[in-house]
């Protein structure tokens, strides 16, 4: 039951930091699409912060992932990768409830990323979160229980 135990974060903290690390790969690739992705969603009315965007969030996806997939860094690239989840997911309901017809730019132009289903997006980014949250509770749990010895 202990192995078990150690396993299962082990898992999660590689599906996290996997995800994330392809994703930000995808985008480094071509930010010019991935700006117009993300000016796609109209919650970013200029075009530079889009444009800058596209050039740092990816390289910082790509950091947060190797910080949970290496653990270093652990506690803040969970904090930073919850974050982030939570602004996708808040970007990605505001466009279903809007009735937007966009790619989510989720994995830059690859075909993971091409066909948009708002509920699945939805499930996806919850349970990404949801993992993070997990993660995220067992370092508070471990810290707690460290400063009360």
Not at 9 to 19: A, D, Q, V
Not at 33 to 40: E, R, S, V
Not at 53 to 75: K, M, N, Q, S, T
Not at 104 to 124: N, Y
Request: hydrophobic residues 60%.
């Amino acid at each position: 039951m202990e192995s078990i135990a150690k396993v299962i974060p082990l898992l999660l903290r590689l599906i996290l930091g996997g995800i994330f690390v392809y994703a930000g790969l995808t985008k480094v690739m071509n930010p010019g699409d991935f700006a117009k992705d993300i000016l796609h969603y109209h919650l970013i009315p200029w075009p530079a912060a889009a444009a800058a965007l596209a050039v740092y969030l990816p390289w910082f996806e790509i950091f947060c992932g190797l910080g949970i997939l290496l653990r270093r860094l652990y506690d803040g690239a969970l904090m930073a990768v919850s974050g982030m989840m939570l602004v996708f997911t808040g970007a990605l309901a505001s466009a279903w409830f809007r009735g937007l017809d966009i790619a989510c730019g989720c994995f830059g132009k690859t075909k993971v990323d091409i066909q948009t289903h708002f509920p699945a997006l939805m499930a996806r980014d919850l349970t990404l979160l949801a993992i993070a949250v997990v993660l995220l509770a067992q370092v508070f749990r471990k810290g707690k229980a460290a400063s009360s010895v």
